[in-house]
């Protein structure tokens, strides 16, 4: 959460400097900064050294994995929490984390998932944490990443079904593609999540650069991710969890705030109405895109422990 409101700052810093220095330069310019920000990735240009991949696990994590993908090619790290005391898990839940964020802001949700009975596995999306990777391409690729990592895992022996996956934010939207590429998932919960790249691209641009974001018409804002899908190799229209949402087979619970500025809570609405009857809409009045994250009532996992349990858990006939 810190690491997002960094962000948030830097944009806000970086968009009055460019207004106060520039002014319309900086306007005309924009455009053509905004498909590097689309999709630049927070280890675009870092340097992961697999050796001390170790020194990152903590205490109650049994094994951490580092799994090729591709293509495009990337390693992802992975950290695997088993149930205490069980020797065999109710099911594999993915904990898929939020944009530039990374894999140890889920260490408690991983650690209370498997103090349920399951086996967590904390994911770093492509380009973030502990994974390799240029650029972030809203859950094409990153879901095509995660097949790969199923497939790893269900070859190691890790993979104890039914399978779920959580996703925040960003990760939620891995989790909806991932969900309809493979048929394993089969129950996802997803908080703050937006209903397509192209559908939240603006809000995003207006929240993030306040000052000249909103000046930005429909069309250089569509130019922009254009230009980024070209340059990051996927299709933006790929990035549509309305689309996900609307072919999976796995049983859905769509959690937003109200209040969300960032992710507007109609994102949520058009997920489920793709679903139809394969998932649940909670949006939580008075919350907004970083508390209904940070879930500081506790609400979003009590609804999820509830949705594993039915989905995971009872379905499959395992008792907790």
């Not at 209370?112 to 990777?133: E, I, Q």
């Not at 609804?303 to 008792?319: C, N, P, V």
Request: proline letters at 6%; aromatic letters at 6%.
């Amino acid at each position: 959460m810190a690491r997002r409101r960094k962000w948030l700052r830097l944009g806000i810093i970086t968009s009055g400097v460019i207004a106060l220095l520039f002014g319309v330069g900086g306007y005309v310019a924009l455009p053509h900064m905004l498909p590097s920000a689309i999709i630049y990735a927070p280890n675009a240009k870092s340097q992961i050294d697999p050796k001390q991949d170790d020194q990152y696990l903590p205490a109650r994590t049994s094994l951490h994995l580092r799994i090729p993908v591709g293509p495009p090619a990337a390693s992802i790290s992975c950290l695997t929490i088993p149930p205490p005391n069980r020797a065999k898990p109710l099911g594999t839940i993915l904990v898929l984390h939020g944009i530039r964020d990374d894999k140890r802001s889920q260490l408690g949700t991983g650690t209370w998932l498997s103090d349920l009975g399951y086996r967590a596995v904390l994911v770093d999306h492509r380009g973030h944490g502990r994974s390799t990777g240029k650029y972030l391409t809203y859950g094409v690729h990153e879901s095509r990443d995660m097949v790969q990592v199923l497939d790893h895992l269900e070859k190691k022996g890790l993979l104890a079904p039914p399978v779920g996956a959580v996703g925040f934010s960003y990760g939620g939207a891995v989790a909806l593609q991932l969900a309809a590429r493979d048929k394993r998932i089969k129950a996802v919960v997803t908080v703050a999540t937006f209903a397509s790249l192209r559908e939240v691209l603006p809000a995003y641009v207006s929240h993030y650069v306040p000052i000249l974001g909103g000046l930005l018409t429909s069309a250089q804002i569509e130019g922009a991710l254009e230009q980024a899908g070209e340059q990051a190799g996927f299709d933006p229209d790929e990035a549509s969890n309305t689309k996900a949402a609307a072919t999976t087979s796995a049983q859905l619970l769509i959690i937003h705030g109200q209040d969300d500025p960032k992710v507007p809570a109609d994102h949520a609405q058009r997920i489920h109405q793709a679903a139809r009857s394969r998932s649940k809409l909670m949006v939580v009045p008075g919350e907004d895109h970083d508390s209904i994250l940070a879930d500081r009532s506790g609400l979003v996992r009590k609804k999820m422990t509830a949705w594993f349990k039915r989905w995971l858990t009872d379905s499959d006939g395992h008792s907790g």
